[in-house]
């Protein structure tokens, strides 16, 4: 069993302890957090051990699991990998590429293991269709949050777009080519509402937008390829899969089939795959154990988070000057 550390004791970081006492891989030894008075709050309301110094969390555990502010993703991965301790960093993997880069680099030297906390990529939505997903070529998704002010001191892009630019990537197997994107501050400093265009060198094009200042939560993938269109709601935890197929010479009554202009004959048919029931946070951190005692690739490296700002940090540079209204 390995002994796991929390660094952060925030909203997202008290969810983390919680399901790191609960599991059965990992040996929750406590957290730290610069705010004392925070610290001892979270340690009397949950009854777990509370660090005032973070290096004796790190020294007390083989895993640290970083839920910071994005900020000080950088130092604290950091300080715990030149410790040779694996480290489970929040999405974004960092600030800046370069900082990601610096990480992937010092995780090699080390030998420890990195996974990058990209959530989606363990909605069981997403699980129950994910390989059936072949060569999309053009995707839609639709991130809309109701606002909260919590998030809001970075673009709508770091703070829910990238969810899908890591999804989208985990899925085109291509290098990105052309992104054009527009971006909109409404309430925040920094834009609230985005949308862009992702061009891969396969072909593949894929039309993102994000907002979190909408009427109403949506998190929807739609994703069209040769023969099938596959539709996730990671919010509702639902999937849709239409596929076509060459028609028979005589198709039954109620068997739905379209007829191109070359006279290609195809019939349309539907799937219901089976979606689990799980908690994503939990099982993200599962099989980040797993990964560290087979020794094996984690399901969100470094590197793929790395990817993912770079792409996230590219559409925020294609705003050029973003409006406000």
């Given at each position: 069993m390995l002994k796991a550390g929390v660094l952060g004791a925030g909203h997202l970081g008290k969810i983390h302890l919680r399901l790191l006492r609960e599991s059965a891989r990992y040996e929750l030894a406590g957290f730290y957090d610069p705010d004392a008075i925070q610290g001892k709050r979270v340690s009397d309301e949950l009854g777990i051990p509370y660090f005032d110094n973070m290096n004796a969390l790190m020294d007390a555990v083989d895993m640290v699991d970083v839920v910071t502010p994005t900020l000080s993703h950088f130092e604290c991965a950091k300080k715990a990998i030149e410790k040779g301790k694996h480290v489970f960093i929040e999405k974004p993997i960092t600030h800046t590429y370069e900082e990601a880069q610096e990480l992937i680099r010092?995780?090699?030297?080390?030998?420890?293991?990195?996974?990058v906390g990209h959530v989606e990529r363990f909605n069981p939505a997403f699980s129950a269709v994910k390989d059936q997903i072949e060569q999309p070529m053009f995707i839609e998704t639709h991130r809309l949050a109701e606002f909260n002010p919590r998030g809001t001191d970075v673009p709508v892009v770091l703070d829910l777009m990238i969810h899908d630019i890591d999804i989208i990537l985990s899925v085109v197997q291509s290098d990105v080519t052309d992104i054009q994107a527009s971006g909109v501050s409404v309430i925040s400093a920094s834009p609230d509402i985005a949308n862009a265009r992702i061009a891969f060198q396969n072909g593949c094009v894929a039309n993102l937008t994000a907002s979190r200042i909408s009427l109403k939560n949506m998190r929807k993938s739609r994703?069209?390829?040769?023969?099938?269109?596959?539709?996730?709601?990671?919010?509702?935890?639902?999937?849709?899969?239409?596929?076509?197929?060459?028609?028979?010479?005589?198709?039954?009554?109620?068997?739905?089939?379209?007829?191109?202009?070359?006279?290609?004959?195809?019939?349309?048919?539907?799937?219901?795959?089976e979606i689990g029931q799980n908690n994503a946070i939990l099982d993200e951190l599962e099989t980040f154990a797993q990964a560290i005692e087979n020794n094996s690739e984690p399901v969100v490296s470094l590197k793929q988070g790395a990817q993912a700002l770079d792409i996230a940090l590219r559409v925020i540079k294609a705003f050029g000057t973003p409006t406000s209204i």
């Open positions: 010092l995780a090699e030297k080390h030998g420890v293991k990195g996974q994703f069209f390829q040769r023969d099938a269109y596959i539709s996730v709601d990671f919010l509702e935890r639902k999937v849709e899969v239409v596929k076509m197929k060459d028609a028979p010479e005589q198709p039954g009554a109620f068997d739905m089939v379209l007829q191109n202009a070359e006279g290609d004959r195809k019939q349309i048919y539907f799937e219901n795959p």
